[in-house]
């Protein structure tokens, strides 16, 4: 009798020690005391809630750094979260995103992202297209080109990405040529075959295009500083045209955020009728051009 009690004893404490077994697979506390992993938030809901947080940069070009707030708003319609930062300086929001400090960037247009992944062998790729500010040539002395005097100096960014553009409007307007063939991007003063009225080019920074214009005849502006100026696109000389290649902003990213669903809520927020009526206000109704 005394050794089936003893049986008895034996099974009950094999049972308690089974259920404390259990109980701490299933998140009590372990034997050490350290935290199980009841109510703790899996892998796949962390990257999950991950996906949700967009990091854009952008420069303050095209008014940009103002849109942040309102690009924010759309953002969270679509149960995204934007975390967006405005800086000066476009290599340094570049190479932000290549170091996967951000993941989309707002500050070039198609012929600059090219040419700075082939100068820096990198590989940022449009994830859409935005909208186009045409540049014009504005002046503070002349009201049309055919008032520019013969041998009137034209001040230009001193950059090859946009430098050719403001000598392509003169060309489009019939008062330059360039050899045949030859590409905006990289076009140069010293490219210029045909100048019947003996224009001078005065290259300068593009920061200081707008400084420089009190200085010469006439000399291109972009958007922003046109309307620094107190211009509007009515008031220039000639415009650029929507249907010149290559010039339209892009948001870039890495290759593997291409097409993903925090690309697609970019886009979606961007392309609004919010967004648009920003721009409008901006730039004016006719001075830009949108891809939706």
Same mark, same amino acid.
């Given at each position: ?77 679509? &149960? ?9 300086? !476009?290599?340094?929001?570049? =190479? #932000?995103? +290549?170091?996967? $400090? ?60 946009? &430098? ?9 307007? !019939?008062?330059?040529?360039? =050899? #045949?063939? +030859?590409?905006? $991007? ?77 690309? #697609?809520? +970019? ?26």
């Amino acid at each position: 009798m005394r050794g089936f009690y003893v049986i008895i004893i034996s099974l009950f404490i094999l049972v308690l020690a089974a259920c404390g077994t259990a109980s701490q697979g299933q998140g009590g506390a372990s034997a050490n005391g350290s935290a199980t992993n009841q109510g703790a938030p899996t892998a796949k809901s962390t990257a999950s809630k991950e996906d949700k947080n967009i990091k854009l940069i952008v420069t303050s070009s095209n008014f940009h750094d103002e849109l942040l707030p309102v690009l924010k708003a759309e953002v969270e319609k679509s &149960g995204f979260q934007l975390e967006a930062k405005a800086i000066e300086d !476009g290599i340094i929001a570049n =190479k #932000e995103v +290549l170091e996967k $400090n951000y993941d989309f960037v707002i500050n070039m247009h198609e012929i600059a992202l090219k040419e700075y992944n082939k100068e820096n062998k990198t590989d940022l790729r449009e994830a859409f297209t935005t909208i186009f500010a045409p540049i014009g040539v504005y002046s503070h002395k002349y009201k049309s080109l055919a008032d520019l005097p013969n041998g009137a100096t034209i001040s230009i960014p001193d950059d090859d990405r946009n &430098g050719g553009r403001a000598l392509f409007i003169l060309q489009d307007a !019939g008062l330059l040529k360039f =050899k #045949e063939g +030859l590409s905006v $991007n990289g076009a140069k003063p010293k490219d210029i075959i045909e100048n019947p009225k003996n224009f001078k080019f005065k290259e300068v920074n593009y920061k200081l295009l707008l400084r420089a214009l009190d200085d010469v005849d006439a000399g291109l502006l972009y958007s922003s500083q046109r309307d620094a100026a107190k211009f509007t696109l009515k008031d220039a000389l000639a415009v650029e045209s929507p249907k010149t290649k290559g010039f339209w902003i892009v948001a870039a990213a890495r290759p593997e955020l291409l097409n993903t669903s925090k690309a #697609e809520a +970019l886009k979606k927020a961007y392309y609004s009728q919010t967004v648009k009526d920003f721009f409008i206000k901006k730039f004016g109704k006719d001075d830009v051009s949108f891809a939706w």
